[in-house]
């Protein structure tokens, strides 16, 4: 059992330093690693496509033959596995934060595939988002929650998201492709966000036993959610530029996560003294240094992909 350092002053508990916080982190980077080369191997396949193709169920049958875009959808298995893990044992305003890495680690991938070097400009970005997660971390201090929160509360959180989800779809459809682009992605981060509690919620249902967590709703809810996440990532992609969906994404997943945290699971971040201030520096520098690394010819050089 991880070890926790009870703060007598907050009544609130919070990661110890030492293995369980380690182990913790290494999973969520290896989360982030495999993300981050899924993404540039399915890019890779998907480029290759005809552009006829794009939003057909062609497209899938014809990305299915091809061994790299396969190769990046077990990645994203075994990224969500690692997530999974990671989520069983520590916070989601700990764990969620850290994949923001995932575009970090699409760099040298991507340089690799495209035999290309990775440019000063791209060290300086990664740079920033590396500084801000560190300066944001440190401050905040994520303390562990309980994600117990009742029926009723996980019905108004579910039907907030699908109302502010649905809002975004609408909006997508009533502006120019570059809104659409923008709105749809972060409606794909606002799912992905609550994907992403509602896999932490299963994961503390499963010590009660496999089948009592598929008699409970949390396995359907992630198995919906899910599905949902995934349509509106293709179709943010598909909107317009991915230097403005991948990054809006990139960033809309983890702060809603640590909002459903924060508000649901009784999980902590410091709020004494000028802690909120540099927190929200170190999520400015992080939210900076995303939107420049998606600039990058490494990670996307083409309008639109699957």
Same mark, same amino acid.
């Given at each position: 059992?991880?070890?926790?350092?009870?703060? *007598? *002053?907050?009544?609130?508990?919070?990661?110890?330093?030492?293995?369980?916080?380690? *182990?913790?982190?290494?999973?969520?980077?290896?989360?982030?690693?495999?993300?981050?080369?899924?993404?540039?191997?399915?890019?890779?396949?998907?480029?290759?496509?005809? /552009?006829?193709?794009?939003? =057909?169920?062609?497209?899938?049958?014809?990305?299915?033959?091809?061994?790299?875009?396969?190769?990046?959808?077990?990645?994203?298995?075994?990224?969500?596995?690692?997530?999974?893990?990671?989520?069983?044992?520590?916070?989601?305003?700990?764990?969620?934060?850290?994949?923001?890495?995932?575009?970090?680690?699409?760099?040298?991938?991507?340089?690799?595939?495209?035999?290309?070097?990775?440019?000063?400009?791209?060290?300086?970005?990664?740079?920033?988002?590396?500084?801000?997660? %560190?300066?944001?971390?440190?401050?905040?201090? /994520?303390? #562990?929650?309980? /994600?117990?929160?009742?029926?009723?509360?996980?019905?108004?959180?579910?039907?907030? #998201?699908?109302?502010?989800?649905?809002?975004?779809?609408?909006?997508?459809?009533?502006?120019?492709?570059?809104?659409?682009?923008?709105?749809?992605? %972060?409606?794909?981060?606002?799912?992905?966000?609550?994907?992403?509690?509602?896999?932490?919620?299963?994961?503390?249902?499963?010590?009660?036993?496999?089948?009592?967590?598929?008699?409970?709703?949390?396995?359907?809810?992630?198995?919906?959610?899910?599905?949902?996440?995934?349509?509106?990532?293709?179709?943010?992609?598909?909107?317009?530029?991915? =230097?403005?969906?991948?990054?809006?994404?990139?960033?809309?997943?983890?702060?809603? %996560?640590? %909002? #459903?945290?924060?508000?649901?699971?009784?999980?902590?971040?410091?709020?004494?003294?000028?802690? /909120?201030?540099?927190?929200?520096?170190?999520?400015?520098?992080?939210?900076?240094?995303?939107?420049?690394?998606?600039? *990058?010819?490494? #990670?996307?050089?083409?309008?639109?992909?699957?």
């Amino acid at each position: 059992m991880m070890r926790l350092v009870a703060d *007598s *002053s907050l009544g609130v508990f919070h990661h110890h330093l030492g293995r369980g916080l380690v *182990s913790i982190v290494l999973l969520s980077l290896a989360s982030a690693a495999s993300y981050g080369l899924a993404a540039v191997l399915q890019h890779q396949a998907a480029i290759r496509e005809p /552009p006829e193709l794009s939003l =057909r169920a062609g497209l899938l049958v014809s990305l299915a033959h091809r061994p790299l875009w396969l190769v990046g959808n077990a990645l994203d298995g075994v990224g969500y596995l690692f997530q999974f893990l990671a989520l069983r044992r520590g916070s989601l305003a700990l764990v969620e934060p850290l994949l923001v890495l995932s575009l970090v680690f699409a760099l040298p991938a991507g340089a690799w595939l495209e035999h290309r070097r990775v440019s000063t400009s791209d060290i300086t970005s990664t740079g920033m988002v590396a500084a801000g997660l %560190a300066l944001f971390l440190g401050v905040a201090r /994520p303390g #562990i929650g309980h /994600p117990h929160a009742s029926g009723l509360a996980w019905a108004i959180l579910t039907a907030a #998201i699908a109302v502010s989800c649905g809002a975004m779809v609408l909006g997508a459809h009533s502006g120019s492709r570059r809104r659409a682009a923008v709105l749809l992605a %972060a409606g794909s981060g606002t799912s992905f966000g609550y994907v992403a509690a509602v896999t932490e919620r299963t994961g503390h249902i499963l010590n009660a036993g496999v089948v009592h967590t598929l008699m409970t709703w949390a396995p359907y809810g992630l198995l919906v959610g899910g599905v949902a996440a995934l349509l509106l990532t293709q179709s943010a992609f598909h909107a317009g530029a991915l =230097r403005l969906s991948l990054p809006t994404l990139t960033v809309a997943q983890p702060l809603v %996560a640590v %909002a #459903i945290g924060l508000g649901f699971f009784g999980e902590h971040i410091d709020s004494r003294g000028p802690a /909120p201030v540099f927190e929200l520096l170190g999520l400015v520098l992080v939210t900076v240094g995303v939107f420049l690394l998606a600039r *990058s010819p490494l #990670i996307g050089t083409h309008e639109a992909e699957l």
